[in-house]
């Protein structure tokens, strides 16, 4: 679950973001749409626990991140959402099954190949486990970052701009790959775009302004 209450958050003196009060439930998915500037991504890293609001509370899996310390809110990250960026943030020198197990260990998880290997196989890079990130395409590339993000099996997916950089087809794959991994895992998922390309699959959508 996802609950915003009163939030406000500015940049200097400009306001970006004032939302009164928003629910998303348990397993359900909310679509946020934006140009730049129109304060999406902000909102994103707000939920994540990356950046504080102003003012208001954000409610995440019944705990208020608001109150988290910082290495408070590492650990509830950890254990409780998993996070997809437009750019994937794959060290490009390491394979992906390096990479995974970076991941694990920055996560505070224990190392398991086994979990890893379900991951890769659920978005289908499994075959290429030991390919160096640079070899990657952009679409492969993509699905390797959302197979990170489930490692912890996560109860809230938060995406910004999964898709932008991709054509048509890897657009469509990715967005399959997102909506089935938080229907497997009964994840609350958020994504915030500009694409619209991806609008149509979405029954609760907002427009930031």
Not at 106 to 112: A, E, F
Not at 120 to 140: F, P, T
């Amino acid at each position: 679950m996802i609950e915003i209450k009163r939030l406000k958050f500015s940049y200097g003196e400009t306001p970006i973001l004032n939302i009164d009060e928003l629910l998303i439930p348990y397993g359900e998915d909310c679509l946020f749409l934006g140009n730049s500037g129109s304060g999406k991504t902000t909102l994103l890293h707000i939920l994540a626990g990356l950046i504080k609001p102003m003012e208001g509370e954000v409610i995440l899996a019944e705990e208020n991140i608001t109150n988290l310390k910082t290495h408070e809110m590492d650990d509830f990250r950890g254990r409780n959402i998993g996070l997809i960026f437009q750019k994937h943030h794959l060290v490009h020198a390491l394979s992906v099954i390096e990479n995974l197990l970076l991941a694990q260990y920055l996560g505070g998880l224990p190392k398991d190949l086994n979990r890893i290997y379900q991951a890769l196989d659920d978005v289908n890079v499994l075959h290429r486990k030991k390919a160096k990130v640079y070899e990657l395409s952009q679409g492969e590339a993509q699905r390797v970052s959302i197979a990170r993000a489930m490692l912890n099996k996560p109860k809230i997916i938060l995406a910004d701009e999964p898709t932008s950089s991709l054509d048509d087809e890897n657009c469509e794959r990715v967005i399959e790959l997102l909506q089935y991994q938080a229907e497997k895992y009964d994840a609350t998922m958020v994504i915030t775009t500009h694409d619209q390309r991806i609008k149509k699959r979405f029954e609760n959508s907002i427009t930031l302004r």
